[in-house]
């Protein structure tokens, strides 16, 4: 069993900055991050939990179009931890944000669903003031 236990999140002024981090836990395998598909996702008040980034195996990453140019998903593989690097936040960008992953050679056909991921965190708030 894998857990994920992101951080980093806080409140911050539009144009700001933040750096969201996911480390993985529990799993034997110490090179957990290296072998899955990974994603953030985020979820705003009153609506639908939202693919914002992910990362695979050969991490080629993929963003949505309301992040891309200002998120940058990367992972240390040595540390199984993802990160979420946020620039020129947006008030639109307030959300409790998650961190997904597969099982361990795990595969996505759709990187936007949340039903290709087996493990989830208990996310971290996110919220951008104009």
């Known amino acids: 069993q894998v857990q994920l236990v992101e951080s980093g999140g806080g409140s911050v002024q539009a144009g700001g900055s933040l750096r969201l981090s996911c480390a993985a836990f529990?799993?034997?395998?110490?090179?957990?991050?290296?072998?899955?598909?990974m994603a953030w996702f985020r979820q705003a008040p009153g609506k639908e939990r939202e693919g914002v980034a992910a990362?695979?195996?050969?991490?080629?990453?993929t963003y949505a179009a309301s992040v891309k140019g200002r998120f940058t998903i990367s992972k240390d593989n040595a540390k199984n931890t993802l990160y979420l690097q946020m620039n020129s936040l947006e008030p639109e960008d307030t959300a409790m944000y998650y961190c997904?992953?597969?099982?361990?050679?795990?595969?996505?056909?759709?990187?936007?669903?949340?039903?290709?991921?087996?493990?989830w965190g208990r996310g971290t708030q996110v919220t951008v003031s104009s």
């Open positions: 997904a992953a597969t099982r361990l050679y795990g595969s996505v056909g759709n990187w936007q669903q949340e039903h290709e991921y087996n493990y």
């Open positions: 529990g799993d034997s395998y110490s090179a957990y991050v290296n072998n899955v598909n």
């Open positions: 990362i695979n195996t050969y991490e080629s990453t």
